[in-house]
T-cell receptor, first 115, second 110 residues
Framework: AQSVTQLGSHVSVSEGALVLLRCNYS??????LFWYVQYPNQGLQLLLK??????LVKGINGFEAEFKKSETSFHLTKPSAHMSDAAEYFC?????????????FGQGTRLTINP | DGGITQSPKYLFRKEGQNVTLSCEQN?????MYWYRQDPGQGLRLIYY???????QKGDIAEGYSVSREKKESFPLTVTSAQKNPTAFYLC?????????FGSGTRLTVV
C-alpha cells in the first residue's frame, strides 16, 4: 500500500520568505501525487498534481512542486510567502486497490506566515 | 455551478443517536468518498463507492454506514457504534485523475 509522510506538522515563515513543505511517499508503482490546501472549516482545494511527464509542476497561487523519483519526494515550494498562504497543506498519493482509486494523505502541515 | 454540497455544516449528536450526513454532487462523477479528519492525523478513508448500488469499506469503516442509490448522492450515517464520532467529515468525488471535495460537516457529540 502507498503511504505519505509530511515532515513537520507546523512550519512558520516570514512574509516574503521562501515556503518549503516536505513530502515523501512510498509507492510500488509510478505514483500520481497531489498537494491540497485547506483553510479553516473548509474543504480541500487542489493546488497541483503530478501524473506523468514534466517533473516540475506549477500550481495555483504561485506554488510549485518537483517530483524526484530517486528521493521519493514531492516537496511544495513558493518563492515568496504571502499572508493569505496561511493554511493547512496536505500531500497525497493515489492508490489503486481492487480496481478502485483512492487518495492516501499525509498528516498535514500547518503553515503560519509571520508579518 | 458544479460542485459537491455537504449538509449540514455543523451537527450535534447526543450519545447513542444515529445521525446522517448528506453529500450531493452535480459533477456527474462516478466515484464518491467519505473521509474523516482529526487534528494531526490527516484524512482517513471511511467508505467509497465506484458506481451506484456498490460501495466498499475504507480504512476506518467501523461504526459507519453508507448507501449509493443515486449517482448524485452518497449519504453517511454515523451510528451509535462509533465510539468517538467527533470529527470533521469530508465528502469527495472523482473523475479521471482529479478528486474534488465538499466543504465538510463538523460533527460534535454533546
Amino acid at each position: 500500500a502507498q503511504s505519505v509522510t509530511q515532515l513537520g506538522s507546523h512550519v512558520s515563515v516570514s512574509e516574503g520568505a521562501l515556503v518549503l513543505l516536505r513530502c515523501n511517499y512510498s509507492s510500488s508503482v509510478p505514483p500520481y501525487l497531489f498537494w491540497y490546501v485547506q483553510y479553516p472549516n473548509q474543504g480541500l482545494q487542489l493546488l497541483l498534481k503530478y501524473t506523468t511527464g514534466a517533473t516540475l509542476v506549477k500550481g495555483i497561487n504561485g506554488f510549485e512542486a518537483e517530483f524526484k523519483k530517486s528521493e521519493t519526494s514531492f516537496h511544495l515550494t513558493k518563492p515568496s510567502a504571502h499572508m493569505s498562504d496561511a493554511a493547512e497543506y496536505f500531500c497525497a498519493v493515489s492508490d489503486r486497490v481492487g480496481g478502485a482509486q483512492k487518495l492516501v494523505f499525509g498528516q498535514g502541515t500547518r503553515l503560519t506566515i509571520n508579518p | 455551478d458544479g460542485g459537491i454540497t455537504q449538509s449540514p455544516k455543523y451537527l450535534f449528536r447526543k450519545e447513542g443517536q444515529n445521525v446522517t450526513l448528506s453529500c450531493e454532487q452535480n459533477l456527474n462523477h462516478d466515484a464518491m468518498y467519505w473521509y474523516r479528519q482529526d487534528p494531526g492525523q490527516g484524512l482517513r478513508l471511511i467508505y467509497y463507492s465506484q458506481i451506484v448500488n456498490d460501495f466498499q469499506k475504507g480504512d476506518i469503516a467501523e461504526g459507519y454506514s453508507v448507501s449509493r442509490e443515486k449517482k448524485e448522492s452518497f449519504p453517511l450515517t454515523v451510528t451509535s457504534a462509533q465510539k468517538n464520532p467527533t470529527a470533521f467529515y469530508l465528502c469527495a468525488s472523482r473523475t479521471g485523475g482529479t478528486t474534488d471535495f465538499g466543504s465538510g460537516t463538523r460533527l460534535t457529540v454533546v
